[in-house]
């Protein structure tokens, strides 16, 4: 039978230290890694030198413009790794059965114009599970903050984390019928540049003219203004303000009764999808299942 008392008298190194050599080499970047971490880069730097004196060999090489882990450091990193995530797992089951809470880190526009319309259907299948949404674009690092699972546009390869598509991310120029109306109708997409156009400088509208074969030059020359997320850009074209560039899939209620109309087919494909993302090491989170469940299957009957 092993020696359970030897075994714990054995001393771990500081967890500071290995926190900032989790973080350094995920990143191969003592900057990075302090910039995550929120201390300076000399501060990173002490912590390292302390692990490798207490393991008694360089985790990294050092050369001018970037580290690479030594042998010793790549067998540590993912041990290290692997520990980290077993904690973050073993705090958020702990924590599902603790206050069943659900927080959600969402997209503005995914929150207001999606999830708030059918989030109604989840709270009846699990009333017990409060649901907490955080509406951000900031990347949500899992291991730091109090979230469960998010919703993120992107191409959905990120890290440590379990990916599942919703629906493709295309999008498509939008706009009032009344607006329409005021230059007689749109009838070809050089028209669209009769009208004043909302957040001119979304690469989505270069994109978008490329494939309409028209030149985008003139958007350059447009007020660059910008409102943050598709959903303020849809209000204002529904205002007839002007026209936006939204993904189609966000704004079926909108178009359905009318109040936009899409003048044409045509809809660009960046590559980009909207993902529901969740760190792998709390997959098995009831809580993180349920929802999983819900929205794939939610999404699946539209």
């Not at 007689?184 to 490329?210: N, R, S």
């Amino acid at each position: 039978m092993p020696d359970l008392s030897a075994r714990q008298n054995v001393q771990l190194p500081p967890l500071q230290a290995i926190r900032v050599f989790e973080a350094v080499a995920r990143h191969l970047s003592f900057t990075k890694a302090a910039e995550e971490l929120g201390m300076t880069q000399a501060a990173a730097s002490y912590q390292i030198k302390l692990l490798e004196e207490r393991i008694g060999a360089p985790l990294f090489l050092r050369r001018p413009r970037q580290i690479e882990l030594t042998e010793p450091g790549q067998r540590l990193a993912p041990a290290v790794s692997e520990a980290f995530a077993l904690l973050s797992g073993a705090y958020s089951a702990a924590r599902a059965g603790a206050d069943g809470v659900l927080c959600v880190s969402t997209l503005l526009t995914f929150a207001s114009n999606w999830l708030a319309q059918h989030l109604g259907s989840f709270q009846v299948a699990h009333p017990s599970l409060a649901v907490r949404v955080d509406t951000s674009n900031r990347v949500v690092d899992f291991a730091r903050e109090d979230i469960d699972i998010a919703i993120r546009s992107g191409g959905g390869k990120w890290p440590g984390v379990e990916t599942h598509m919703l629906f493709r991310a295309d999008f498509t120029p939008v706009l009032s019928p009344r607006l329409a109306a005021s230059i007689g109708g749109v009838k070809e997409p050089a028209d669209l540049l009769k009208l004043p156009i909302l957040d001119p400088g979304d690469i989505w509208w270069q994109e978008w003219f490329a494939l309409a074969g028209l030149p985008a030059e003139e958007l350059a020359s447009r007020p660059g203004t910008s409102m943050g997320a598709q959903a303020y850009e849809a209000n204002a074209a529904m205002a007839g303000q002007g026209v936006a560039i939204v993904t189609k899939a966000l704004f079926k209620n909108e178009l359905a009764d009318g109040r936009l109309i899409q003048p044409f087919d045509l809809v660009g494909d960046d590559g980009h999808a909207y993902w529901l993302v969740y760190p792998t090491a709390r997959r098995n989170v009831p809580k993180i299942r349920a929802f999983r469940d819900w929205i794939l299957a939610e999404i699946a009957c539209q």
